[in-house]
């Protein structure tokens, strides 16, 4: 069954320093991948994807991804972290539904980011 | 454009009561999802709707929650009687792909309402 892992369930970084935030991923088939962040209480937003084609992903917010096949890796990134970033950050792979042709999200359990000033 | 409206935000009950939840997905979006996120936890996906159709309940657990979309438009979820660990964020989202993989327009992500807030106690 696909799935997706994140090892770390927090991350600690400086403004202004780069971040990493962790994802591997198991599927069968063409991985298509996805990172979305949520605020306090708020709901998710989409940040990028990974369909096809280069394996470094650009997004919203200056986050970017890197596909890794041979690690079945998609890290997420950013060059210079804002303490505006601290959220919770999720990894997420296209699953195909139960039993039909259909196609679903299957998150992570998501990594909490904190940037601290 | 609207984004995914849900309601309520925040709802408290006690168990074995029962609650409704209500989502409006995007315009002209025909997959309709579900998610239950519990504290601490990845959302988890309850019920998949292609139009007004069931794609995916393998994760609902039947006995309690029930889930509609009449007309293809806006849904319901519905828990009774409620337990305890039902307290989480139901979270509804929306997407325009025809839920097949690859093709044209198929862009895959999903837009989510803001959630709503479930405590049972």
């Known amino acids: 069954a696909q799935s997706v892992a994140q090892p770390e369930d927090q991350v600690n970084v400086a403004e202004g320093n780069p971040l990493t935030v962790k994802c591997t991923y198991s599927v069968s088939g063409n991985p298509y991948l996805f990172w979305y962040v949520q605020y306090p209480n708020r709901g998710l937003q989409f940040l990028l994807k990974?369909?096809?084609?280069?394996?470094l992903v650009k997004g919203s917010y200056g986050f970017e991804a890197e596909f890794n096949k041979s690690q079945t890796s998609f890290h997420l990134k950013k060059p210079s972290a804002l303490v505006s970033d601290s959220a919770l950050y999720f990894c997420?792979?296209?699953?195909?539904?139960?039993?039909?042709?259909?196609?679903?999200?299957?998150f992570g359990t998501g990594t909490r980011l904190l940037v601290s000033p | 454009e609207a984004g995914v409206a849900q309601s309520p935000r925040y709802k408290i009950i006690e168990k074995r009561q029962s609650v409704a939840f209500w989502c409006n997905p995007i315009s002209g979006h025909a997959t309709l999802y579900w998610y239950q996120q519990i504290l601490g936890q990845g959302p988890k996906l309850l019920i998949q709707?292609?139009?007004?159709?069931?794609?995916?309940d393998s994760q609902l657990p039947k006995d309690r929650f029930s889930a509609e979309r009449l007309k293809g438009v806006d849904s319901t979820l519905k828990i009774q009687p409620a337990k305890l660990e039902d307290s989480a964020v139901y979270l509804c989202?929306?997407?325009?792909?025809?839920?097949?993989?690859?093709?044209?327009?198929?862009?895959?992500?999903?837009?989510f309402g803001e959630g709503s807030r479930l405590t049972v106690l």
């Open positions: 989202a929306s997407s325009s792909h025809r839920g097949t993989s690859g093709g044209a327009g198929d862009t895959g992500e999903l837009f």
């Open positions: 709707f292609q139009n007004n159709g069931v794609v995916d």
């Open positions: 997420a792979v296209r699953a195909p539904a139960e039993n039909t042709g259909f196609q679903k999200l299957v």
């Open positions: 990974y369909i096809t084609g280069d394996n």
